[in-house]
């Protein structure tokens, strides 16, 4: 197990689209408890029934159901030249969890690093959160942004109904499956998800903030802006 870098930011940040293209560009892969969950209950699985109770309220799963799964998930062996994890930690439990597991998951490894994280980040530890790229948007646009998503069933793909529709409505450009509005992307519970993210994660926010790894990024921006803004941010650490 090598760098880590933690992606935060509000719901609707568009966490998930840096976190992928950045993934991509590092050559790690990106873990996202998300899709995760949302994978889990598609296929319908345990976790993904008991996991699918507090996302469609739009509350945070326990952690230790989050935990566990991310651990089983980090501990395979595409992640041991590092991972980006998208959506996790959330809260302050979840972070010193994922401290231990780094710690944990070091001890008798032989550490690769993946060689362009190692050139962005190379004056950093090893086998820690070494990056954490937070993405700030104003919550007037976070809503709009959320409640317009739609979400294909087959992969995941994402449109926006006015930003980035899709050629024919409510069809994927890319697969032909059927778009869909998440049942966590309402605006009750978008506005719930919200609340959320400022009680629970604004603790993570300032923690990585004191350790001096926290990146602030504009995410108010067309994706290519934001993610330049990621990567000279990452570049300069
Ligand atoms: P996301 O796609 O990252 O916005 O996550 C959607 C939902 O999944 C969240 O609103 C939570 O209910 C759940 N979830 C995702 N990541 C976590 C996490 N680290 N801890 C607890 N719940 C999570």
Redesign the pocket.
């Known amino acids: 197990m090598a760098k880590q870098i933690v992606m935060l930011g509000p ?1 609707g940040a568009g ?2 689209t840096q976190a992928k293209m950045l993934a991509e560009k590092l050559g790690v892969p990106h873990v ?4 995760i ?2 994978e889990n209950l598609r296929a319908q699985t345990e976790l993904g029934r008991h ?1 699918g109770v ?2 469609n309220r ?6 230790d159901v ?1 935990i566990a799964m ?1 651990r089983e998930r980090i501990s395979r062996r595409d992640c041991n030249d590092g991972v980006l994890l ?6 302050a439990a ?1 972070a010193e969890a994922l401290d231990e597991m780094l710690s944990d998951l070091d001890k008798g490894q032989v550490v690769a690093v993946a060689e362009a994280l190692d050139e962005m980040l190379s004056d950093l530890d090893k086998g820690q959160v070494v990056a954490v790229p937070c993405i700030i948007v104003p919550e007037d646009v976070l809503i709009e942004r959320l409640t317009g998503r739609r979400t294909c069933r087959a992969q995941g793909h994402v449109f926006h109904i006015a930003f980035n529709p899709p050629v024919q409505a409510g069809v994927c450009d890319f697969d032909g499956s059927e778009l869909y509005q998440r049942e ?1 992307d309402t605006v009750e519970t978008v506005t719930n ?1 919200i609340r ?1 993210y400022h009680e629970r994660t604004q603790p993570l926010i300032d923690y990585y903030q004191q350790r001096g790894v926290l990146l602030e990024i504009d995410g108010n921006r067309p994706i290519e802006a934001v993610f330049d803004g990621i990567l000279s941010a990452l570049t300069g650490v």
Do not use: C
């Open positions: 719901p966490k998930g996202s408890s998300g899709d969950f949302r996991a507090y996302i739009g509350e945070l799963v326990p952690d989050t991310i998208d959506g996790f930690p959330r809260t979840q966590d998800r959320v």
